[in-house]
């Protein structure tokens, strides 16, 4: 039978036993005094909160609540023990079925790893700091490999995880620490052989003259198809050439200013002619071109086609196509940060069967998902045993609203006109809280 007090004009039921978590489920909902809360705002681990959310919409309802308490009912050998105050957990306070076990077991290894194996005691503190739970350097079962997970075997490979870590950014480990997982790894080494097939498809020549040569065809392109798009024209009829060719009145407007740099650069080539040819010679040239055509000049005519003082029609075409397999190839470079790899890197990443031994270590930090799993049970046991009673004190009755200082809920003092108001809560959207707040009766002041 349950047992009630008289607060707040209502009786509210006393959770003071492990007999009373075990009826809760069968308490009538209407007998609560809440029955949902956020996982935010509360005088409550928001830690402890989120491992009782199991849904993850950002407030703990009384499904979940009843499911928190079963959860512990099942692991502790006296579940009274949440009602109690404190944050440690001995071992013996554990079940002894299987799940109990296995708890005990992930305990020691808990212990263990943090210098106390003759320990038979828990606390919060040996749970709540992410790499002292799951050191770095230790599989956790979450198929992220952090560098020194493997720095010990294989310090090569742990070089290798931090170069990737450093191209293409990081999954989160367990433990806090940055890693690869299995699909960065396929993604990296899809992109390695690319870049690296890229490679091997290179143009055949001297790299730098090839690059060289390009550069400089590309930066006059434009302007030399136009030039002898403008000879076949005068070619086709001598008619047109006074208004294709080089026309001075362009520039009249200029006299006695600051030349337009670009006014200049608009103007033809070079004097236009019923010859498809077009002079090298500087002083033969739109000076707006003259350094571009220079450059043409010494670095792709001459080394490609041979030294010249006229570049034909034809020539171009030649020069163009010469160049053309380089273009191409650049156009084919694999958009991917292994692409600023040496050679050699890439060469090492194939030859030295890293993927494969990445993928190896991938394996085996998978292997630990049972431990794992069983270490963040009981770091959720261990925030239950701590807040869970503050939970339900705060939730299925108001208990620690009228019978101590201080609520879960309440957010502190408010001091106004020489007054104490102790009933403050904190509210997100002050806007929307109004429109219900309305009802209430109550006067309401929003800071």
């Known amino acids: 039978p349950w047992r009630f007090w008289r607060a707040g004009r209502c009786d509210q039921p006393l959770i003071e036993h492990a007999d009373d978590l075990r009826a809760l489920a069968d308490l009538d909902p209407k007998l609560w005094v809440a029955l949902a809360c956020p996982t935010r705002g509360l005088a409550i681990d928001e830690a402890t909160l989120r491992a009782i959310d199991t849904d993850g919409d950002g407030r703990v309802q009384r499904p979940e609540v009843l499911a928190a308490v079963q959860w512990v009912r099942q692991r502790l050998r006296d579940p009274g023990l949440v009602l109690q105050p404190g944050d440690t957990l001995p071992l013996s306070a ?56 493997v720095k010990a075997d294989d310090p090569a490979l742990a070089a290798w995880i931090e170069r990737l870590l450093a191209d293409d950014g990081h999954a989160t480990d367990r ?55 403008r000879c076949r024209l005068v070619a086709f009829d001598a008619r047109l050439q006074a208004s294709l060719d080089w026309v001075p009145d362009a ?13 200049l650069a608009a103007l033809p080539l ?21 350094p571009a055509l220079q450059a043409l000049r010494e670095q792709a005519v001459t080394p490609l086609l041979g030294p010249r003082d006229m570049l034909t029609s034809a020539d171009w075409a030649a020069l163009r196509e010469r160049v053309k397999p380089w273009g191409d190839w650049l156009a084919a470079r694999p958009a991917t940060p292994a692409v600023a790899w040496t050679v050699e890197a890439l060469r090492a990443w194939v030859d030295g069967g890293v993927a ?27 925030l239950l045993r701590r807040d869970l ?59």
């Open 270 to 290: 070079a004097r236009v002619t019923a010859q498809l040819a077009l002079p090298l010679a500087p002083d033969a040239i739109n000076p707006a071109w003259a």
């Open 175 to 229: 433990s806090g620490a940055p890693g690869i997982t299995q699909a960065q790894l396929d993604a990296v080494d899809a992109d390695v052989r690319a870049v690296l097939a890229w490679h091997e498809a290179q143009p055949e020549g001297d790299p730098a003259v090839l690059q060289a040569a390009w550069e400089a065809v590309q930066a006059v392109a434009d302007k030399v198809d136009d030039h002898f798009a």
């Open 94 to 149: 554990l079940a002894e079925d299987e799940a109990g076990q296995r708890l005990r077991q992930a305990a020691l290894t808990l212990l263990a790893r943090a210098g106390r194996p003759d320990a038979d005691v828990l606390a919060v503190a040996d749970v709540v700091d992410p790499a002292q739970l799951f050191p770095p350097n230790l599989p956790n079962g979450d198929g992220v490999v952090p560098p020194e997970l």
């Open 251 to 263: 520039l009249a407007p200029a006299a006695g200013e600051r030349l337009d740099p670009s006014a």
């Open 356 to 382: 494969d031994r990445l993928r190896a270590a991938v394996a085996r930090d998978e292997q630990a998902a049972p431990l794992a799993e069983d270490l963040l049970d009981l770091r959720r046991l261990l």
């Open 389 to 447: 009673g503050t939970l339900l004190r705060n939730f299925v009755n108001f208990t620690d609203f009228y019978r101590t200082a201080w609520a879960a809920f309440q957010a502190g003092t408010l001091f106004i006109d020489q007054r104490e108001c102790r009933l403050c809560l904190p509210v997100v959207d002050a806007a929307a809280h109004a429109q219900l707040a309305g009802y209430s009766g109550m006067f309401l002041l929003y800071g």
